[in-house]
């Protein structure tokens, strides 16, 4: 059974940080791509941020381009996203995602797996 667990959203002011973390289990980690996505109330889910099975390569979405950064460690089959200078805009649902394919994609259904979400609140 697979099984994505988001933890390490939250509350916090504008400006500030967080990271989340997605715990994989039921699946051969190392061969699949990792994304994050975020939807906020009333809006389709978004793209945040990929990274590559192995070599670490990554892209990202505009909206948090050079604020957010996305890793993996294969070693503990956990990915990560870290999120400096939050704006209230970051507020949404954070899900993280794992893909198959053999190519970066910001496409929700390309993604074969998903956890079921966190929440990130970021205040004014």
């Known amino acids: 059974q697979v099984q994505l667990v988001e933890s390490g959203g939250g509350l916090v002011q504008a400006g500030g940080s967080l990271r989340l973390s997605c715990a994989v289990s039921g699946l051969t980690f190392s061969t699949y791509f990792m994304g994050w996505f975020r939807q906020a109330p009333g809006k389709e889910r978004e793209f945040v941020a990929t990274?590559?099975?192995?070599?670490?390569?990554?892209y990202y979405g505009e909206s948090v381009k050079g604020r957010f950064t996305i890793s993996r460690d294969n070693a503990k089959n956990t990915a990560y996203l870290q999120m400096n200078s939050l704006k209230p805009g970051d507020t949404a649902v954070y899900y993280c995602?794992?893909?198959?394919?053999?190519?970066?994609?910001?496409?929700?259904?390309?993604?074969?797996?998903w956890g079921q979400g966190t929440q990130v609140t970021v205040s004014a």
């Open positions: 995602a794992a893909s198959d394919s053999y190519y970066y994609s910001a496409i929700s259904t390309d993604y074969n797996y």
């Open positions: 990274i590559n099975r192995n070599t670490g390569n990554t």
